[in-house]
């Protein structure tokens, strides 16, 4: 069954299309990595399988269903967090706003991290404060959680801890980011944009024993290289 699905998903911003006829499926259980250069419609995507933005034309389905945001957490790349809070805070907000909260796993997460309760957000690392983000998404109790640029600006012991995390969530995962080797650690599927428009989804195992000879930056180079390429 399919976690994620869209069919014909796009979206214009006056003149100008974000993204056009995106078709992708992603498999439940899946770490999906989603890649592509600036401006190939990444963060259009995200927002709206997140429900964050209308589609122009085309769906989108979570589990067989038209998309409901309760069953969507999506953490931003810039973690807007209320940087005055404490992370207590943030957990008693996350509880009042989301009916399937899941304190004892959100609390789970930040104590194997060593980040107290009474800590300010605005005291944080950035890798706390994404490591916090992760925790409001867990305790949400999310079918599919989305992830926008997880890794950006994150020191390289920081990236190991938020990629650690995102490989133990129990759901389906889409994350975008600039980093090949950090997902192809923790990733099992692609999806490829490129000029607002998908070149590649399916499986890692499924694209590299179909182009034999390579490895995924490989890959990913020769499809964003060449755009009239045919898989």
């Known amino acids: 069954m399919s976690a994620l699905e869209t069919s014909e998903l796009s979206k214009r911003y006056r003149q100008r299309w974000a993204l056009r006829q995106a078709t992708i499926a992603v498999p439940a259980g899946a770490r999906a990595a989603l890649v592509g250069p600036n401006g190939a419609g990444k963060s259009t995507l995200l927002n709206l399988v997140s429900g964050l933005l209308t589609p122009t034309t085309g769906r989108v389905e979570v589990f067989g269903r038209p998309l409901e945001t309760a069953a969507v957490a999506f953490v931003a790349q810039d973690k807007p967090l209320y940087r005055r809070w404490s992370v207590a805070d943030l957990l008693r907000f996350g509880a009042a706003t989301n009916p399937r909260w899941d304190r004892a796993a959100a609390q789970s997460l930040l104590s194997g991290h060593d980040i107290g309760p009474r800590e300010r957000v605005d005291r944080l690392s950035g890798g706390q404060r994404t490591l916090v983000a992760l925790a409001l998404a ?30 133990d969530l129990e759901a389906t995962v889409l994350l ?20 607002g428009r998908v070149r590649l989804c399916g ?22 290289r060449n755009p009239e390429a045919v898989r």
Do not use: N, W
Not at 139 to 162: M, N, S
């Open 138 to 167: 867990v305790g949400k109790r999310a079918d599919l959680v989305v992830l926008d640029e997880p890794l950006a600006e994150l020191d390289p012991l920081a990236r190991l801890q938020v990629m650690s995390v995102v490989r």
């Open 176 to 195: 975008s980011s600039h980093i090949l080797a950090d997902l192809a650690e923790v990733c099992d599927h692609l999806i490829l944009l490129g000029g």
């Open 203 to 224: 499986s890692f195992a499924d694209l590299l024993s179909s182009h034999s000879g390579t490895d995924l930056e490989d890959l990913v180079l020769h499809y964003l």
